[in-house]
């Protein structure tokens, strides 16, 4: 076992407050891209997954994603309520930061990520079973697919399936479970008939800003030491971003005629999305191609939506699951042993067979979130109705769930 290293700790530590500056950001970022009249339960849906996914994970969330293994599929409960996670370090895990260091860090990725999905269902979902939907999604799908890729003994992860910082775990499993929920709850009142312009959009890119602030902490921290392959991550994520907002305005200008603001912050986030799973495994050159892919791809897959027919009111699917993916694919090409020796090298470094794996992984976990999360919304519905009464609909969520408005006067 390691010894504790007060720097690697410090930073493990500044980068878990980052990480969870980045759940109440997303609500900031949504909230300006709905009606005034849902801006407060926007914020609501994200802002109580600290406390509802924060507790889960502290109880069994924790062992079910990181505990002694269960034939490769999920955690036992031989850490229920933290039991045993303590000031030493983890030699599986962590080996200069103390355990629950560890744990605290890795409960910020838990709580964000049925965060993310609200932005599918987005002014139409009612609050109580919006939480039941999440606590049993953290359950059932974040908590098993965390082992699969991240556990010690994960099936995945033994098959050689890697990913930086969530771009199946995070990122593909909300965008696969945003296009369900979508489906399932089914368009907002007046979809395709009346308008549906973004209320704040100051508020949209304050959002933005801070989670590109956070995500320093999301991909940098994951290499769990201030050292290079931090640095490397860092500096990768930063560029895909930067280079995505740019292509997206590009991409846009040219379709629409006009570059929009909404746009240069969609980008941004697409592309930070997409450089996550690759983010420590690439050099700077493949995270400048990574961000040209995502400012291309997820502004197409934006556009299908409308094609497709479902309504994902915020993008989910199209900046999530989709940079979620394609990052993925990227990783099984451009990873290079030269920028992380403890990685694997890509296709372009005559490793083809580690973008067959990648691919596999992408299948695994999109098929499973997939049904498990269909089966989840169904219940919900069945059991306790996930829509909003149109008249609620009309009216708001602020003021129908939560007897309040953002703006009074």
């Keep these: ?104 860090y890795q409960c910020m990725f838990a709580i964000i990520t049925p965060a993310l999905i609200t932005g599918a269902f987005a002014e139409r979902v009612r609050f109580a ?10 359950i059932f799908v974040y908590n098993p697919v965390c082992h699969w890729i991240w556990g010690k003994g994960g099936w995945l992860a033994e098959r050689g399936v890697l990913d930086f910082a969530g771009g199946l775990v995070v990122h593909l499993t909300c965008g696969v479970a945003a296009l369900a929920a979508a489906i399932i709850t089914g368009k907002r009142k007046g979809y395709g ?115 497709l027919g479902y309504d994902d009111s915020l993008d989910v699917v199209g900046i999530h699951g989709v940079g979620g993916l394609i990052g993925t694919v990227a990783l099984g090409l451009f990873a290079s042993k030269a920028i992380n020796p403890d990685g694997v090298n890509g296709l372009f470094y005559g490793n083809p067979q580690f973008l067959t794996t990648q691919l596999f992984g992408i299948c695994a976990v999109g098929v499973y979130t997939l049904v498990v999360s269909w089966i989840i919304l169904k219940f919900v519905d069945a059991a306790m109705g996930l829509r909003l009464t149109p008249e609620a609909e009309t009216e708001g969520i602020d003021l129908s769930e939560h007897s309040e408005t953002a703006y009074a006067g």
Aim: charged share 5%; with cysteine.
């Design 129 to 138: 079973p919006f939480v039941v939907f999440s606590l049993l999604w953290a």
């Design 193 to 307: 008939r009346q308008s549906f312009l973004p209320h704040n959009l100051p508020m949209t890119l304050l959002g933005t800003g801070l989670l590109w602030f956070g995500w320093f902490g999301f991909n940098g921290g994951s290499a769990l030491s201030a050292n290079g392959i931090a640095a490397s991550a860092a500096t990768a994520t930063h560029i895909a971003g930067l280079v995505a907002m740019a292509t997206w305005i590009i991409v846009e200008w040219a379709h629409r005629g006009k570059p929009t603001t909404l746009g240069a912050a969609s980008g941004a986030i697409a592309g930070l999305a997409t450089i996550t799973p690759g983010a420590g495994f690439v050099s700077p050159m493949a995270a400048i191609i990574i961000g040209i892919m995502a400012g291309v791809i997820c502004y197409g897959a934006v556009l299908m939506k409308s094609r």
């Design 1 to 104: 076992m390691g010894a504790i290293n007060s720097g690697d700790t410090a930073f493990i530590l500044v980068c878990a407050a980052l990480v969870f500056l980045m759940t109440p950001a997303l609500g900031l970022f949504y909230a300006g891209m709905v009606r005034g009249k849902n801006a407060l339960g926007t914020i609501m849906q994200s802002l109580f997954m600290a406390s509802i996914v924060g507790v889960e994970w502290v109880i069994i969330g924790y062992s079910m994603s990181f505990g002694p293994d269960v034939n490769g599929f999920v955690g036992d409960l031989s850490w229920l309520g933290l039991k045993g996670i303590g000031l030493s370090p983890s030699p599986d895990y962590a080996s200069t930061i103390p355990h629950i260091a560890f744990m605290l």
